[in-house]
């Protein structure tokens, strides 16, 4: 600020010949720096501004002519001590959602200011007030004002931006965790059911094993009951954290399907970049369809899709679509990969199985469609593979009905 306002009041012309009225680039920049800063008080800010053009004007004086005379400079610094002082009794700052007030106030601020300096030239050099100066520089601080508004506005319209696209990146990628994690829940949702099925088993055991006086084998079958029944605990104490977690997050449960699948196909196409891959997303929605629930969806969609980019080599396509049959809605996942082989077919929705292996050689969990399928069915829905074969690359086809996507949890 006290390098750029100096340089600017140099920048400067002379409406009336003969007048000592100059106008100046030096207060655009300095009630653009007082607009843009989040940190400097706004009178400092005056006071550094008037004393740094002041300093400026005498050294160019000393250097130009050889001399200088400072009471021809110093009225410049009340200028900016009163624009300073009553930009902050204004609390312009403060206003940034009315922009047209602060353009206002802009001018307002300019035609105190130079009316101080007006004031003080008048006393100190004895230079004449005029009705058609003060005409002249009332018009100047209306052009300058709106000036610095319109300059301003076009930045902060640009920040705003960036932070909006910042957000939805972000909301992206929470939407895509808390789907993982609905998922993740849900699969331990049925494990805990399932301990408490195998500890009731155990127990049934355990009880006739004493009936028949085996009491070793009962001993160990009533602590494999206590082992099991420790596992669901465990498990119920994860689900509560991962739901605390997921509560946090205040995210919508329920969105417009074209919208769930952008978020798939942004995530996805970054994640393709990721691995080297270029890959033509395409997505094709028909009929009515409300709101669906958010992290199903999503986690349905994205497990398929994920599959599918992993599927392409180096180029290729997926399609999505998305159709409304009366009650329920059928969406297919397409791409042109390299297909699944005929005997893995009837394998491909078996828990533990994989075809994918890490660099070391080590399998994948292989639980990614198992989990697809058991949620699918339990929301009384259905997944088939519909097409799959090197030529023609793989089809997936998800039936769900649109009242369980409707309701919550």
């Known amino acids: 600020m006290v390098i750029a306002v100096p340089i600017a009041g140099e920048l400067k012309l002379y409406p009336l010949s003969g007048a000592d009225l100059r106008i100046s680039l030096s207060t655009p920049v300095f009630f653009f720096i007082l607009l843009w800063s989040r940190k400097i008080h706004p009178v400092i800010a005056g006071f550094l501004a008037g004393s740094a053009v002041v300093c400026f004007r005498i050294i160019l004086d000393k250097l130009q002519v050889g001399s200088f005379d400072f009471s021809n400079h110093f009225p410049v610094f009340f200028y900016y001590m009163v624009f300073g002082m009553f930009f902050h009794i204004f609390k312009v700052k403060k206003l ?9 106030l802009g001018m307002v601020l300019e035609i105190m ?3 101080s300096e007006m004031i003080i030239r008048h006393y100190a050099t004895d230079m004449k007030m005029t009705v058609s100066s003060f005409l002249i520089l009332t018009g100047v ?5 709106f000036f610095v508004l319109g300059f301003f506005n076009t930045i902060l319209v640009r920040e705003t931006r960036l932070a909006e696209e910042q957000q939805r990146k972000r909301t992206e990628e929470v939407l895509l965790l808390v789907s993982n994690l609905y998922v993740e829940m849900f699969q331990l949702e049925k494990s805990a059911k399932d301990a408490e099925k195998l500890t009731s088993a155990c127990y049934t055991i355990y009880r006739d094993l004493k009936a028949l ?6 001993q160990s079958i009533l602590k494999i009951a206590g082992e099991l029944h420790e596992i669901k605990k465990d498990n119920q104490r994860i689900y509560a954290g991962l739901s605390k977690l997921m509560a946090k997050e205040k995210l919508d449960d329920f969105m417009n399907i074209r ?40 986690s349905l969609i994205n497990n398929l899709v994920s599959n599918a980019v992993e599927a392409i080599q180096q180029e290729g396509q997926i399609i999505v679509t998305a159709e409304r049959f009366h009650d329920k809605v059928k969406i297919r996942i397409m791409d042109n990969g390299n297909g699944i082989s005929e005997k893995n077919k009837i394998y491909i929705f078996e828990p533990g199985f994989t075809t994918k292996f890490d660099q070391s050689g ?26 799959s074969s090197k030529t023609k690359g793989t089809t ?6 649109v009242e369980k996507l409707m309701k919550k949890g």
């Open 141 to 145: 601080a209306i052009i300058r004002s």
């Open 259 to 298: 919208e769930i699948i952008s978020v798939v196909t942004i995530s996805n196409k970054n994640y393709g970049e990721m691995l080297g891959k270029t890959i033509d997303f395409r997505v094709n929605i028909s009929g009515e369809h409300p709101k669906y629930h958010t992290f199903i969806l999503l």
């Open 213 to 218: 006086n085996n009491q070793n084998q009962a």
């Open 113 to 115: 200011g130079n009316f």
């Open 396 to 401: 997936f086809e998800i039936q769900l009905p």
């Open 362 to 387: 080590i399998a994948s969990n292989g639980i990614g469609l198992s989990y697809t399928k058991n949620v699918i069915e339990n929301l009384n829905g259905e997944i088939n593979l519909i097409e």
């Open 96 to 104: 940034y959602h009315r922009p047209l007030l602060i353009g206002l």
